[in-house]
């Protein structure tokens, strides 16, 4: 079963930091695009950050200059670095990566488990 592990998330004042992490299962074996993507309260999911397999990347413009996200292939993690947060970052941040897995056939989206991030005093 492929599996993303996301860590990283918790509770942060305005303007504090917080990095977050997430892992690929053995079973992927080919990893395209990462992606974070963030759903606030009461609101749909959006795309925060992506990265493609060679390294080029984009966000959204509400993060933009704040936020970095990187990736290690060896390691199959992606990595988000949030600075100067503020309170309207508060979301459920997920991981989602497009690639191959052991035995399967093309390539497919996974989508990790979610982890909080609140930014509040």
């Known amino acids: 079963q492929v599996q993303l592990v996301e860590s990283g998330g918790g509770l942060v004042q305005p303007g504090g930091s917080l990095r977050l992490s997430c892992t690929a299962s053995?079973?992927?074996?080919?990893?395209?695009?990462m992606t974070w993507y963030r759903q606030p309260p009461g609101n749909e999911r959006e795309l925060v950050a992506r990265?493609?397999?060679?390294?080029?990347?984009n966000y959204a413009d509400s993060v933009k200059g704040r936020f970095t996200i990187s990736r290690d292939n060896a390691k199959k993690m992606v990595f988000l670095q949030m600075n100067s947060l503020k309170p309207e970052d508060t979301a459920v941040y997920y991981c989602?990566?497009?690639?191959?897995?052991?035995?399967?056939?093309?390539?497919?989206?996974?989508w990790g488990q979610g982890t909080q991030v609140t930014v509040s005093s």
């Open positions: 989602n990566i497009f690639g191959t897995r052991v035995g399967g056939t093309g390539a497919s989206q996974y």
């Open positions: 053995r079973i992927i074996n080919t990893i395209y695009a």
């Open positions: 990265i493609s397999n060679l390294g080029s990347t």
